[in-house]
C-alpha cells in the first residue's frame, strides 16, 4: 500500500549550478522538496519508488546511475554508467543530496505519452507490495508566460492552479482525469508521472500539502506531500 508520496519538479535547475539567475526563486523550491523528501524517510517505507517521465517505460534497480552532463554541469549520481533519464536522475540528486539513506529504493521510469489507463495501472502495480513511498518527478505547465519556452497560452495558468489544488488536496480522481492531449499542448511534464500516483493512491485516504511553487522562465513546479489520513 502506499504510504506517502511527494511531488517534486524534475527540472535540473534544481541543482545550484544550474539555477542561474533563478537561484533565489529556486532556493525555497529545493528546501521545500528536501523536506518533503525527509517526510518520506520518516514513514520508514519498505520500498521507495521515485517515479518520473521519461520516452519509454522501464525499471531501474537502486544502484543505477544518472548524469547531468549533457545540461551543462558534471553532476553524478549513482554508480557505474549514467543510464537514468532526466527526470530519475534528478529525484536520485535529491536522494543524495538529501542523505536519504532508507533501503531499498527502485527506480521507476513511465513513457510521457503513456495514456492514463496505464499510467494508473502502473500506479497500482508499485503500491501492490508493502509500505511503499513514492517521490513523483515532475513539471507543470512551460506555457504560463510569454517567455515561457512553450510559449505563452491563456489556459496554462487555469491548468497550473487545477495541479496545485489536486496535490494541496491529494485528489487522486482529479490526477486521473488529466487529458493527455491537452497536457501535451500545455508542455506540462509531469502528466504520466501525476496519473502514476494517482493509480497508486486509489482506494486510499491522504491529506495533502503544497510546500512551495514557482514558476521561473514561465514553467510552474511545485512541492507537495501526501500523507496518509488517520482512520
Do not use: I, N
Not at 518520506?40 to 544518472?66: I, K
Amino acid at each position: 500500500m502506499l504510504v506517502a508520496a511527494a511531488v517534486c519538479p524534475h527540472t535540473p535547475l534544481l541543482v545550484p549550478a544550474l539555477a542561474g539567475a533563478a537561484q533565489g526563486e529556486l532556493y525555497e523550491l529545493r528546501s521545500a522538496c528536501h523536506t518533503a523528501v525527509a517526510a518520506l524517510r520518516d514513514t520508514r517505507p519498505d520500498l521507495l519508488v521515485v517515479v518520473g517521465g521519461a520516452d519509454r517505460t522501464r525499471g531501474y534497480g537502486a544502484q543505477a546511475a544518472g548524469s547531468l552532463h549533457p545540461w551543462g554541469v558534471d553532476v553524478r549520481v549513482g554508480r557505474g554508467e549514467p543510464v537514468l533519464p532526466l527526470s530519475l536522475t534528478v529525484g536520485r540528486w535529491l536522494l543524495e543530496s538529501g542523505s536519504y539513506d532508507t533501503d531499498p529504493v527502485a527506480f521507476q521510469a513511465v513513457d510521457s505519452a503513456a495514456g492514463p489507463e496505464d499510467c494508473l495501472a502502473l500506479g497500482a502495480k508499485l503500491a501492490g507490495d508493502g509500505r511503499v513511498a513514492l517521490l513523483v518527478m515532475a513539471d507543470g505547465s512551460a506555457c504560463l508566460t510569454p517567455r515561457a519556452p512553450g510559449h505563452h497560452d491563456p489556459a496554462a495558468r487555469p491548468y497550473h492552479d487545477l495541479l496545485v489544488r489536486a496535490l494541496a488536496g491529494a485528489d487522486g480522481e482529479a490526477l486521473a482525469d488529466l487529458d493527455p492531449a491537452v497536457a501535451d499542448r500545455l508542455w506540462v511534464g509531469g502528466r504520466a508521472a501525476l496519473q502514476v500516483l494517482a493509480g497508486a493512491a486509489s482506494g486510499a485516504r491522504f491529506t495533502g500539502r503544497v510546500l512551495a511553487e514557482a514558476a521561473p522562465y514561465g514553467v510552474g513546479y511545485f512541492a507537495g506531500l501526501w500523507e496518509q489520513r488517520p482512520l
